[in-house]
């Protein structure tokens, strides 16, 4: 019991533990800007897609800083209004990518899908980031809990965010 649990102490505190400060140079990556309304999925040291994204409306604005995905789930549950995953009056769509802003375990944050498309590229939603259920899946399926998300209101490109947080080595940059 205790080799375990020094284990678990030591790989906590290790560069290979899943749930570090910043990402490795290679590891899955998300940055959203909200200056833009979009969202920007890195991998290998490459920025494979920036996608519109709906983001927090003033009053409910998303969270700004560097979160770990905890939580990731199929046909959410709506819990506000009661809805059950899958219906078409869900708002949360076909997934959710929950993460951990103000200590909310990845329950109250998210990225997730929508049953509203229209609201795609606009500051509407109460602090979520919203894509539409087609492309919140496909990022579902590739990225890991322990996945690091940036949300910046910062007016740098998405590759020098990706440089300075680590998702991409500096002597990668062009």
């Not at 678990?8 to 533990?17: C, E, K, T």
């Not at 994204?53 to 009661?82: C, D, W």
């Not at 399926?141 to 965010?161: A, M, V, W």
Request: with cysteine.
């Amino acid at each position: 019991m205790l080799k375990t649990v020094m284990l678990i102490i030591i790989l906590a505190h290790s560069i290979i533990w899943p749930i570090g400060d910043n990402p490795l140079p290679g590891d899955p990556f998300i940055i959203v800007k909200l200056s833009s309304n979009q969202l920007a999925y890195i991998e290998d040291e490459k920025i494979v897609e920036v996608l519109p994204a709906a983001t927090g409306k003033r009053g409910s604005e998303t969270p700004l800083g560097l979160f770990t995905i905890t939580v990731k789930a199929e046909q959410p549950y709506y819990r506000k209004a009661n809805i059950a995953g899958g219906a078409p009056n869900n708002p949360l769509g076909s997934r959710w990518i929950g993460f951990d802003a103000l200590d909310t375990e990845g329950r109250t944050y998210g990225v997730h899908g929508t049953n509203r498309p229209s609201s795609i590229g606009y500051p509407v939603t109460s602090g979520c980031i919203r894509l539409s259920n087609e492309k919140v899946e496909r990022l579902y399926n590739q990225i890991p809990l322990g996945t690091k998300i940036l949300i910046t209101d910062e007016h740098q490109s998405f590759e020098e965010l990706a440089i300075q947080y680590g998702a991409i080595a500096s002597n990668k940059s062009k």
